[in-house]
């Protein structure tokens, strides 16, 4: 009896489409994340368990609407009085102000699209970011903000505070910020380029978080 004929077609990868990051963090070893998360009442710490190598993929998953962490502590913002702790817990990311790790944060040149460095000020009350964040090449600043649709942002070497509830300005490597709480506010005069090209592909000098 001749066995049947089966066809393997080559999966072909576009660069220029991005693509959910379930799809490739099963590829990589599970490994432990420390993270910080903050919303407008709560500072909560807790291990995330996970494949995908780069914080933004994690909290940039349109299939999870919650993130499960390991050893958590919850607790107030301003007193850091602990509320709560647990083997383990839930927390809705739609409450999440902005999230970071609590060790150095990796990134990825692994089909990063070409952005723009831009420094910015992002307002999430009662909590004010300083930092860096990376827009898609647009003919002007005005539609590269309008263009950009990320869940969470991500804005590198940052510094947040809120000095209204007692919270002192922290600097981390890399923050991701809850675009859809955020006020995103550019200075006049910034410097920007309106095509991308060579110069500018990796002007953050292969750091781009994603």
Known sequence: MVPPVTHRWPIQIDPARRYPAG??????????L????VTDKLVI???ALTRVRRLTDLVNDPNSEHLVLQDTTFMEIGSRRVVASGAAAQVR???VLFVHSNGPAESSSTMRMPKQPVKATLLLPPFTVEGTIYLPYEAELRI??????????????????AYSVAESPNSVELLA???????IS???GVQWHGESGPAH???DGGRNPW
């Open 23 to 32: 799809m490739f963090g099963s590829f990589n070893p599970v490994q432990l």
């Open 34 to 37: 420390p993270l910080t998360l």
């Open 45 to 47: 710490q807790g291990t």
């Open 93 to 95: 990311l739609s409450d």
């Open 144 to 161: 590269a903000l309008e263009a950009y649709g990320d869940r969470f942002v991500a804005v590198t070497d940052a510094k947040y505070w």
């Open 177 to 183: 910020v809850n675009h859809a709480r955020a006020h």
């Open 186 to 188: 550019i200075a006049a």
């Open 201 to 203: 592909a990796d002007s």
